[in-house]
């Protein structure tokens, strides 16, 4: 087995037990730390997360508010990078919030 696959393979072990939780908290430490290996991971994981849902499910799995006017939610939107936007959201209410944009 090459090193690459072993790697992939620590990867998905390290990952997979996670719940968005824990997965949420692991991407705003490493975001925080400038661990951009474990960012990238983490955000992969949580793209899998959201893969496929509705915008009311990925609300619904991060709590997040459904603060879209009506005119708001007939158009596309992007995320626009900036510092202000959570990072996620937890159960309890909690959200982690970028420090700065980058």
């Known amino acids: 087995m090459s090193l690459t696959q072993e790697r992939k393979q620590f990867d998905e072990r390290f990952i997979k037990p996670l719940d ?3 997965l949420c908290e692991l991407t705003s430490a490493a975001d925080a730390l400038g661990m951009k290996g474990l960012v990238d991971l983490t955000s992969r994981a949580l793209a899998r ?3 496929g849902k509705t915008p009311e499910e990925i609300r619904e799995t991060f709590n997040l508010p459904d603060d879209l006017t009506g005119a708001l ?3 596309p939107s992007s995320i626009t ?3 202000d936007l959570p990072v996620c959201v937890h159960r309890g209410g909690e959200a982690g ?3 700065g944009a980058h």
């Open 20 to 22: 968005t939780r824990r």
């Open 97 to 99: 919030a970028r420090e």
């Open 73 to 75: 939610r007939r158009r």
């Open 49 to 51: 997360v959201i893969e």
């Open 81 to 83: 990078g900036r510092a």
